[in-house]
């Protein structure tokens, strides 16, 4: 290590007296892992004054090997300051022993938790999401001239911490380049963890940014799946090869972790909710490193994904609920007697006369509550047409939300939804005599529109917009 780095390192140097005082001197009790450097070990380090719970990583110097190693990861740490990446606290390089000290993090690795049960499908997206503002750092931040390629993204070099937050740990073999060299070809030996390893590095004979990207696609699918990337003895023991081939053959449900399933859409047992992240960690497994993903572009789709599972947990509207054998009575099985309107996402219906829904909502709770059951004449059923993107879905939740606080006379009444395996249904009152739409071209209806009323109809729809864009309590 040239003699210039090290002098720029010097804050960053702790006394070993210090280091063997906070592990208790390296007591075997305090072990709390063991890397491909040496073990590591927890403890309580006195710094500024403040009392920091510390990982002391003690290379193991018998092997007269880990120097360069070392070096790199205190040299790329030290300039590092990201909420997702692990903190340096400083080194020792003193009497024979390297250490280098970052923030204890109390949860440890993703890999220990791959297959826990209990760490939701929500937590799981906050992770992936995490881990993917991380890299995307790596790869570009102003105050830098230069970007990081890690070269080792897996599991185990993702730490949690106490919330579940991940720090994105493990830069012993990354690389330091110039921005404007970020995506060039850098002649290095294949290295890293078997499992994640880009397939392109051994053909073109070096390493991109888009080798990280691989890595990071492999970590999603252990997240998504509960599985290893690599589990020796089975027959599909390479989770990347074995998730490519059931997003290709779209049977992804049968390595999804059953827990999550259900979690997943909040309501059904449907994968479709979470589609964009499958998506995602799809085309980070690309063979060509052209095709795969920016990190920028993979971060904006985690972080929307995050946000429509956020909505489908926060959202309660049960009184609302209206079954689906209820909507298909009400409409004769959705038969194309009742359907009179096809749009970009919906199919509408008009429900049969004088059935009632709230009637059959809950028999029990009308009883119980001293309710009168509702006759719905004038009802529109809207039934989102399935498509293979989220949109239609986004659609759907934000309309309801929104005209679950709407009360204006000149908008449209929520009655109902219904949100059952693949169907996705809004219920509102519909207008007694019918849409302004089908009044337009035709010159009979057109007649019964007199000035008066198409005045009465341009007041009424301004008063509407104007409750939308400046009276509502809570604007989205």
Same mark, same amino acid.
């Given at each position: ?13 702790? &006394?070993?007296?210090?280091? *063997? ?17 040496? &073990? ?76 826990? &049960? ?41 730490? *949690? ?45 070096? =390493? ?11 970590? *999603? ?36 972790? &059953? ?28 063979? !060509? ?11 904006? !789709? ?21 079954? *689906? ?40 709770? =009308? ?31 934000? !309309? ?26 809004? =219920? ?49």
């Amino acid at each position: 290590m040239a003699s210039t780095t090290i002098t720029k390192l010097a804050h960053l140097q702790i &006394p070993l007296e210090d280091i *063997l005082k906070a592990t208790n001197n390296f007591h075997h009790g305090n072990i709390v892992g063991h890397g491909g450097l040496g &073990p590591a070990y927890k403890g309580h380090l006195l710094r500024s004054g403040e009392l920091i719970k510390i990982a002391a990583l003690r290379l193991d110097c018998r092997q007269g090997e880990g120097d360069i190693e070392f070096w790199t990861e205190i040299s790329v740490l030290s300039d590092l300051k990201h909420t997702n990446i692990v903190s340096i606290i400083g080194f020792c390089d003193e009497k024979d022993e390297k250490i280098i000290i970052t923030r204890y993090e109390p949860k440890g690795s993703l890999k220990e938790h791959l297959n826990n &049960p209990n760490l939701t499908w929500t937590q799981r997206l906050r992770i992936c999401v995490g881990v993917a503002r991380a890299m995307s750092y790596l790869r570009y931040d102003d105050e830098r001239d230069y970007g990081v390629i890690h070269r080792n993204i897996n599991s185990s070099t993702i730490l *949690l911490d106490e919330n579940w937050e991940p720090k994105l740990s493990g830069f012993k073999v990354s690389i330091k380049q110039s921005d404007n060299r970020m995506d060039q070809v850098f002649l290095f030996e294949p290295i890293g963890t078997i499992g994640y390893m880009d397939p392109e590095i051994e053909k073109i004979g070096g =390493v991109t940014h888009k080798s990280d990207v691989y890595s990071f696609g492999v970590v *999603l699918f252990e997240i998504l799946s509960g599985k290893r990337a690599y589990i020796k003895n089975e027959a599909n023991r390479y989770l990347d090869l074995l998730a490519k081939d059931h997003y290709e053959k779209k049977t992804l449900q049968d390595i999804i972790h &059953p827990d999550l399933l259900t979690q997943m859409s909040g309501f059904s047992h449907r994968v479709r909710v979470s589609l964009s992240s499958l998506k995602t960690a799809y085309s980070c497994l690309k063979v !060509e490193q052209a095709h795969r993903p920016r990190m920028l572009d993979i971060v904006h !789709e985690l972080e929307n994904a995050l946000e429509f599972q956020l909505r489908r947990e926060n959202f309660n509207m049960v009184h609302l609920k209206i079954s *689906l054998d209820d909507i298909k009575l009400s409409t004769h099985n959705f038969s194309d007697t009742c359907v009179f309107r096809y749009t970009n996402y919906y199919t509408w219906y008009n429900a049969v006369p004088d059935y009632s829904f709230e009637e059959k909502r809950s028999s029990h709770e =009308v009883k119980s509550k001293g309710k009168i059951p509702k006759s719905y004449d004038n009802t529109f059923i809207r039934r989102l047409i399935p498509k293979d993107h989220k949109i239609g879905e986004e659609l759907f939740f934000t !309309e309801l939300e929104l005209l679950k606080r709407i009360k204006h006379p000149n908008i449209v009444t929520l009655k109902g939804f219904c949100v059952e395996g693949s169907e996705m249904i809004i =219920v509102t009152e519909s207008g007694s005599n019918r849409c302004l739409f089908d009044y337009l071209g035709n010159d009979k209806d057109m007649r019964i529109l007199t000035w008066e009323r198409r005045l009465k109809i341009c007041i009424d729809v301004a008063s509407a917009l104007n409750y939308l864009h400046f009276e509502m309590e809570t604007k989205m």
